[in-house]
């Protein structure tokens, strides 16, 4: 297999608990990205691992359905996720919403919501993000941004602190190498010819182009050469409207 699930594949790599950074960005201003949740995530295995996600509901966090798992808590508020602040709220997952036609070895409809136990508070530090219609279809070449606490380096550790890096979406055919790359369901986001990327530990987090959220961190290479896949929102759009209506 020549690509996993970015938290994954960190654990088969180093057998340890999960982690993951950006590759190649700049350290976030504090509190600048107030949606941005950090995921620590007990999987089914009683394995530890880590994602990232962002707030679009006072109760509900979207991210990636590969970073489903036994119980998650989602702490909203951090910048330095080892220094706990007064900005923090920790807020333990009610309900997993996976995708119900997730495909974990295709990692198709990898996207994922997750409603609170409380609604958050909103504050400077706390706030959610809007996400595209279901028209709003992202073109390659415009440039967005990616943020979270993952991997810098292929043999780095996670970043403490909220990292994050601009990216270009691509041509699909920047994304050949992934056999089941689908561009109507997902975008193919960084330049090959550049270093910077997303990688282990930064799934789940969010892709902003002109300050909405269009993709989801998916899965990369195994090397974090870019070009990553990212899922595409505006394509479930209908499906999350449909679960925070019944929810």
Known sequence: MDHLPL?????LLCSTSEAGEIIKGTECKPHSRPYMAHLEIVSHESAVMYCGGFLIRRNFVLTAAHCAGRS????????????KEDTWQKL???KQFPHPKFNYSLVHHDIML????E??????AV???PLPSQFNF???GRMCRAAGWGMT????PGSDTLQEVKLRLMDPQTCRYFKTFDHNRQLCVGNPKKKKSVFQGDSGGPLLCAGVAQGIVSYGKMNAKPPAVFTRISHYRPWINKVLKEN
């Not at 998650?72 to 220094?83: D, E, Q, R, S, Y």
């Open 7 to 11: 938290p994954l594949l960190f654990f």
């Open 72 to 83: 998650i808590m989602v702490t909203l508020g951090a910048h330095n996720i080892t220094k």
């Open 92 to 94: 333990e997952v009610t």
């Open 114 to 117: 997750l409603k609170l136990k």
């Open 119 to 124: 609604k958050a508070k909103l504050t400077l």
């Open 127 to 129: 706030g959610t993000l």
């Open 138 to 140: 992202a073109p390659p």
């Open 153 to 156: 380096g292929v043999w780095e």
